[in-house]
């Protein structure tokens, strides 16, 4: 590990702590020739499958780009961070149960509009408008409907 202040190669770990659900270490490291402290986090790097998308390209998995989509729908919403961060850990783990090497994007679309949905109507709505792509008013309003119904049950 390089040491951001000097890029000396050699440090030491002080203290390694994992996270609450095991998935990230937290290393406190010392830099063996300034002598400054840094921290650095470790995440596990799995294999995510490829999203084919709509037109047929091939695109890698982007944990960021979904976090941030769900950042915008959420805007302004009782949405925590952890809640978002949570939901997209949930959503790589049934990825990655699926067992393909690739998938279509509209899955991915879908079930991140089925956990929305659960935690948020709001961003729900927010969410589909954008991603499927309402031609008017009418299906807007339909989907507006099957929401509140569904609440209602």
């Given at each position: 590990?390089?040491?951001?202040?000097?890029?000396?190669?050699?440090?030491?770990?002080?203290?390694?702590r994992l996270n609450?659900?095991?998935t990230i270490t937290?290393?406190?490291?010392?830099?063996?020739?300034?002598?400054?402290?840094?921290?650095?986090?470790?995440?596990?790097?799995?294999?995510?499958?490829?999203?084919?998308?709509?037109?047929?390209?091939?695109?890698?998995?982007?944990?960021?780009?979904?976090?941030?989509?769900?950042?915008?729908?959420?805007?302004?919403?009782?949405?925590?961070?952890t809640d978002i961060?949570?939901?997209?850990?949930?959503?790589?783990?049934?990825?990655?149960?699926?067992?393909?090497?690739?998938?279509?994007?509209?899955?991915?679309?879908?079930?991140?509009?089925?956990?929305?949905?659960?935690?948020?109507?709001?961003?729900?709505?927010?969410?589909?408008?954008?991603?499927?792509?309402?031609?008017?008013?009418?299906?807007?309003?339909?989907?507006?409907?099957?929401?509140?119904?569904?609440?209602?049950?």
């Amino acid at each position: 590990m390089k040491c951001p202040y000097c890029g000396h190669l050699e440090n030491r770990v002080i203290d390694s702590r994992l996270n609450k659900d095991f998935t990230i270490t937290r290393r406190r490291r010392a830099c063996d020739d300034c002598g400054r402290r840094f921290t650095t986090y470790e995440r596990l790097e799995v294999t995510m499958p490829m999203l084919i998308k709509k037109d047929g390209r091939r695109e890698s998995w982007d944990r960021h780009k979904v976090v941030e989509g769900l950042k915008k729908a959420c805007e302004k919403r009782p949405v925590s961070m952890t809640d978002i961060e949570l939901f997209v850990d949930n959503l790589e783990k049934e990825l990655q149960d699926l067992g393909e090497r690739e998938v279509p994007v509209n899955l991915v679309g879908e079930k991140v509009m089925e956990g929305l949905r659960q935690m948020d109507g709001v961003a729900y709505v927010r969410f589909a408008s954008v991603y499927r792509q309402f031609k008017d008013l009418n299906e807007f309003m339909d989907e507006l409907k099957n929401v509140l119904n569904t609440q209602k049950e």
